[in-house]
């Protein structure tokens, strides 16, 4: 069973700051890894997807990287802002299609 | 991207009371349908799957006459809590897919 583990739980940063959020999975036969941010009392919104054929996708501010082998994904937020305060969740996809998600980093941006 | 609802957004109910909630996707047809809980500052955990038309599989542990699923078209599926009890208080999100796996808005259920 795939395992997900989102180091660290809790990120405080001044604002401007680039935020590094790592994530760790325990089955490298992984389909896709994907990252998604949730505000308090909210749904998920997808941020970024990575194919297991890719090793990062980037999408403005944001850059996210897979590395199979090791067992790790990254993503990145350059200059951070207030409003990207949020939990932010990592989720594998094994080959039954299933993700497994794990518990997030909540990250506060200070102004 | 796709829009998945979910009806209602909060649900207050009394201890022993069953609560049904809804997943609709809006704009595309969900041949599967996931069902998640996620308890707070912890990760969502799978509760079952759904194909349109056929039983839902049930994650280890979750108990299928306590969780009743209906994916009736390809575009609702239900989850009923029946006799509820304050355990199954939680944050309870859907997830409707065709290629793509998109994610309902969740529903917060407070039982008393």
């Known amino acids: 069973k795939q395992e997900v583990t989102q180091i660290p739980a809790a990120l405080s940063v001044p604002e401007g700051e680039n935020l590094v959020l790592n994530c760790s999975f325990t089955?490298?036969?992984?389909?896709?890894l994907q990252w998604f941010r949730q505000d308090p009392g909210k749904g998920l919104t997808s941020l970024l997807l990575?194919?297991?054929?890719?090793r990062e996708q980037t999408s403005g501010r944001l850059n996210a990287s897979l590395d199979k082998s090791s067992g790790r994904s990254t993503l990145y937020i350059a200059a951070s802002q207030p409003g990207d305060s949020a939990t932010y969740l990592c989720?594998?996809?094994?080959?039954?299609?299933?993700?497994?998600f794990g518990a997030g980093t909540t990250v506060t941006v200070r102004a | 991207g796709a829009v998945v609802s979910q009806h209602p957004s909060r649900v207050i109910c009394k201890s022993g009371t069953s609560v049904k909630i809804e997943c609709r996707s809006l704009?595309?047809?969900?041949?599967?349908m996931f069902w998640y809980r996620q308890f707070p500052k912890q990760s969502l955990m799978l509760m079952a799957t759904?194909?349109?038309?056929?039983?839902?599989?049930?994650e280890q542990g979750v108990e299928k006459d306590k969780f009743l699923i209906n994916h009736a078209s390809l575009t609702l599926s239900t989850l009923t809590v029946t006799s509820a009890h304050p355990e199954d208080s939680s944050f309870y999100i859907c997830?409707?897919?065709?290629?793509?796996?998109?994610f309902g808005p969740g529903t917060r259920l407070t039982v008393l």
């Open positions: 997830s409707a897919s065709s290629h793509e796996q998109f």
């Open positions: 089955d490298s036969a992984i389909y896709n």
């Open positions: 990575i194919q297991s054929s890719q």
């Open positions: 989720a594998g996809r094994s080959n039954d299609y299933k993700l497994s």
């Open positions: 704009d595309f047809q969900a041949t599967t």
């Open positions: 759904s194909n349109e038309g056929s039983k839902a599989t049930y």
